[in-house]
């Protein structure tokens, strides 16, 4: 059996009751005082997570932008220093090879950060289109990274880094080599949970220190150690997407709502073609909210059905923390796809009614956008 691969942080997750899993090869906590528990803090108090298992990549060299631009699907023409921007990397047919974030750090210089179970495939995707000028380089295992989410993410943190003026860092946008607790970060307002707060690039060598300096500060207000299991119910809730469920190779980000990481009309990419003819005229299927009206949990790949036949499945469900209620996101055939509209949904053999809702599920009170 292979050795599971194990972040920076592996040390430290038994002292605050971590329970590990495998997670797409990884050694990860699931969680480490519940679910529940810490899904309710980060959406009231804060949360701290170690996704160090992500992948980083840097894009230098005079002929990144054209590079990146054939790759991707938003338009990083559009990137200044210090901003960063959620898209996808897609096949000729429109399918998903990944999701990620597109860091622009100075010219020519860019950090993209992909999905943990995605890096061999990603980066063997991006060397086999490499142009000329642009150069590639995995530095994955040099880099940590800990995402601290909620809406007392900036009170925990600004203490930490005197230097930096967080209040004044706008949504998918960073700060370079600041000090925190005396590491150098790169701290960006980004995060996968639907609330506001922070992603922590450092040294992997860091990593285990800053863990403990952020819970050491963020005692005071509540912060406390999240898996897992949170980061999927949390970010389930406010519809973002996750590589595996609701993209794939079969699906298209147009499908699964993504569209507005698309930019058809930049110029040429891969993928263009059925993203743009789907942009234009519909894409076959939709990925909608379902709520149960039977009593029964939607699960990932559970069949849902109209008119007795398969209209497509569910891709993610549970019963959610926030609303107390047992909701799903499924991808379905775009014509099954109208609010309100009765379906059904295969639960051990049985046909149990659900309705299509509005999604997100979930969104923050003083909304700030599509978080990934």
């Known amino acids: 059996m292979e050795k599971l691969k194990q972040t ?26 519940g679910i529940k528990h810490e899904h309710e803090a980060v959406r009231t108090k804060a949360g701290l997570f170690d996704v160090s298992h992500m992948g ?40 998903t090879v990944d999701d990620l974030i597109i860091y622009k750090k100075a010219e020519d210089d860019y950090l993209l950060v992909v999905n943990a179970s995605n890096i061999d495939k990603d980066f063997e995707w991006l060397t086999s289109h490499l142009t000329e000028g642009a150069e590639l380089e995995n530095i994955s295992e040099q880099i940590a990274l800990l995402a601290l989410q909620g809406p007392l993410a900036e009170e925990v943190l600004q203490p930490l880094a005197p230097e930096a003026d967080l209040t004044s860092l706008g949504f998918f946008s960073f700060y370079e080599d600041v000090k925190v607790a005396g590491m150098n970060v790169l701290i960006s307002r980004t995060g996968y949970t639907g609330e506001d707060g922070f992603e922590l690039y450092c040294r992997s060598e860091d990593a285990a220190g800053l863990w403990k300096e952020l819970l050491k500060a963020g005692e005071r207000i509540g912060l406390i150690p999240c898996g897992l299991g949170a980061r999927d119910t949390l970010r389930f809730e406010a519809k973002l997407p996750l590589y595996g469920q609701e993209l794939s190779k079969d699906i298209t980000p147009i499908e699964a709502g993504i569209g507005f990481a698309v930019k058809v009309d930049k110029g040429d990419f891969i993928g263009r073609e ?34 007795g036949v398969q209209i497509g499945e569910v891709t993610t469900g549970t019963q959610s923390p926030t609303l107390k209620k047992n909701v799903g996101l499924a991808l379905i055939k775009s014509e099954y796809a109208t609010l309100d509209g009765e379906v059904k949904v295969e639960i051990r053999g049985k046909q149990l009614k659900a309705k299509v809702v509005k999604t997100p599920f979930y969104k923050r009170p003083q909304a700030g956008g599509v978080q990934k």
């Open 8 to 33: 920076p942080l592996i040390s430290v997750y038994g002292e605050y009751g971590g329970k590990t899993i495998d997670f797409g090869g990884w050694e990860l906590p699931v969680q480490f005082s």
């Open 56 to 95: 980083e990549f840097t894009v230098k060299g005079a002929g990144s932008l054209p590079f990146l631009q054939k790759m991707v699907t938003n338009d990083v023409s559009k990137l200044i220093a210090g901003k960063a921007q959620y898209t996808a990397l897609c096949y000729e047919d429109g399918g």
């Open 274 to 307: 059925t993203l743009k003819a789907q942009k234009e005229n519909g894409a076959p299927r939709k990925l909608v909210g379902i709520e149960m009206i039977d009593r029964g949990i939607p699960r990932h790949g559970y069949p849902v059905i109209a008119g």
